[in-house]
């Protein structure tokens, strides 16, 4: 699915931050964004068991409401040490308020003694880019870290405050933006997505 320099593309979110760093990623390929929520479009229920099939209903939605090519993301934090969780369900975890300290203070407590025995854990992130006319394709990324508590530094989002990613020291809430954006699970899929697009700088 080719894109051109110009197109107008609606982010599958109502997430300030996934909007703001997935605009950063676009903004060097002549790409304009809108977000699903500066559009006024609903937020559809996130039923799928993946994080591709939830990212494909969210960018299907939003392509079939706008009548423009849509950019979802479905991604989230898995530890190891819980069989994976909060996975597919790491927004869910910080409630209908999006308090990512309560989710990040349940991980801790979720972890209970096993927090010293093992804190690896990664982020996934599935993009899903869909047509209005139904074509949809996906790309995933993920990168290996572990947890640190009590949570660190406030440039990310999410979970980014007790997540150190491999050859780090400092957790994706103190790295720089730039930095992460080389670097993240996000920044790998989008590597795929820009490669199958044809676009370039």
């Known amino acids: 699915m080719k894109l051109e320099r110009g197109t107008v593309l609606v982010i599958a979110t109502h997430n300030p931050g996934k909007v703001r ?15 699903a929520g500066e559009l006024g479009l609903a937020e559809p ?3 799928g068991g993946t994080f591709a099939e939830n990212a494909i209903l969210k960018a299907r939605a939003a392509a079939e409401a706008s009548g423009l090519a849509a950019l979802s993301d479905d991604s989230g934090l898995c530890v190891d040490a819980l069989g994976g969780a909060p996975g597919i ?12 300290g309560a ?3 349940r991980v801790r407590q979720e972890l209970g003694p096993k927090r010293k025995a093992d804190h690896s854990a990664k982020f996934v992130c599935v ?3 869909a047509t209005p006319q139904g074509n949809v394709e996906t790309f995933e990324g993920e990168v290996r870290g572990h947890l640190t508590f009590p949570p660190r530094g406030n ?12 050859g ?4 994706f809430g103190e790295i720089e933006p730039a930095e992460k954006h080389a670097m993240s699970h996000r920044a790998r899929a989008f590597e795929k997505f820009i490669a199958a697009t044809g676009l370039s700088k």
């Open 168 to 171: 780090f020291t400092q957790t």
């Open 103 to 105: 989710a990040m203070e």
């Open 21 to 35: 760093e997935i605009g950063d990623l676009l903004a060097p390929f002549g790409i304009e964004t809108r977000s």
């Open 89 to 100: 369900y790491s927004a869910r975890w910080a409630g209908p308020q999006k308090d990512f």
């Open 45 to 47: 229920e996130e039923t």
């Open 127 to 129: 993009l899903a880019l």
């Open 155 to 166: 440039k990310g989002f999410g979970y980014d405050p007790i997540f150190v990613p491999e």
